[in-house]
């Protein structure tokens, strides 16, 4: 999951916005999940979503236009209602830009919490 | 309408991304509308929506991190299916910033063209 | 710090996307430090920037179209390098959305540490 | 220059936020740029910047979360202070999504109108 920086990504501060990480962070874990044959869309004619309940993040260093750098993802816990993810970006240079934790939450199309499809669970467990 | 500039606004060239000011729009002539007594939520209800389909914008002048920005907004023509907005955008010395010009499209939920509402069309053509 | 959610804050899952919380935060710590007289803009002068250096976000109840949420921003903690802003984001019916802590590091043009100038210091530590 | 569609691009409509075609824009022609030889960060290095002075973009079909869609970027215009670059976006299934054009014009980095530098000219008449 490599992704190239452009204009839109930064700021005046002339690097990228923090917020803008946790795009990054999106991409990279549907790309983990879509690896493993999970699919957001499936889950959701299933009546399931994951939501994020919680974002860690810390910024070590900063990224810059025209810089490319690759989110490291991995499944850090599982539950029967939650999965947490951990990442690590790096720069084009190998250097740690960022760390960070997401934990998300299996819920139903009103966002009421629900055990994740038993399926998925399979998947995960096996990761 | 006004806007205060923020970080998260701005691009690594030190100004306003071009992109964003197309979300200024959408908050102007959300606040144009409403203030009119049409609300895009109640449209929803009557399974009618307003996309955009054409956007034209000029660039004229930079604004910063800092600036206040204000959106001012008419409705320049409507017909049975289509409303047209014209923008002007100044910032705090009444420097104008851009002009912008958004057409819009009645769809139902299924994203078909259909009839601007009765009430709406009445309402619009007062204006 | 009141913000209306309009169509760009959102996504497809018909919430407000997790990422755009952090464009909250920031126009609130702005608006907070500003209120006391700091503004970041004076800081760069100074070779001085705040920069973000770790995020923490709880997301406790999704905030929809149309509603408005209000942050309301502390300040939890200062060192001679840091400062740490706590934050509640509520909706139009004073339901928390969310909660959040930002800790940011002074730094000069460079990027590199250094101590917050003495007289942030000193109206900082009189909040 | 083909970018997955992922939660961050959409909004609560369902589609991508018309905002965000204008992200995908800035990669294509960047993209298009440097694989002539032409590089923004170099052009600053002369004390130059292309910055987008109009955008006109028509949406013709939405675009949906998992779509791939693909910009086809070409030269349309050139003159001794401007470029102007026009568009197609499709999809996955080769349908039309947008059409558009952005007119760009070199600037000093104190944004005042400058020519093209004579290199930049070549490069680009020769496309």
Known sequence: ??????????DCGGVV?????????EEARTEFL?????????????DSALVVIRQEIDYKSP???GDTIEVKTSLSNI???????EYRIINQHAKTISTAKTTMACVNSN?????????IQEILSRI
Do not use: C, Q
Request: cysteine-free; hydrophobic content about 35%; proline content about 4%.
């Open 17 to 25: 916005y923090y917020a803008n990480y946790l795009k990054f962070l």
């Open 79 to 85: 539950s029967r209602t939650k999965i947490e993810f």
């Open 1 to 10: 999951m490599k992704t190239k920086i452009y204009y839109h990504h930064t």
């Open 34 to 46: 879509e690896d493993k044959g999970i699919f957001i869309k499936e889950l959701i004619k299933n």
């Open 63 to 65: 990224a810059f236009y």
């Open 111 to 119: 966002l009421k919490p629900k055990a994740i499809p038993g399926h």
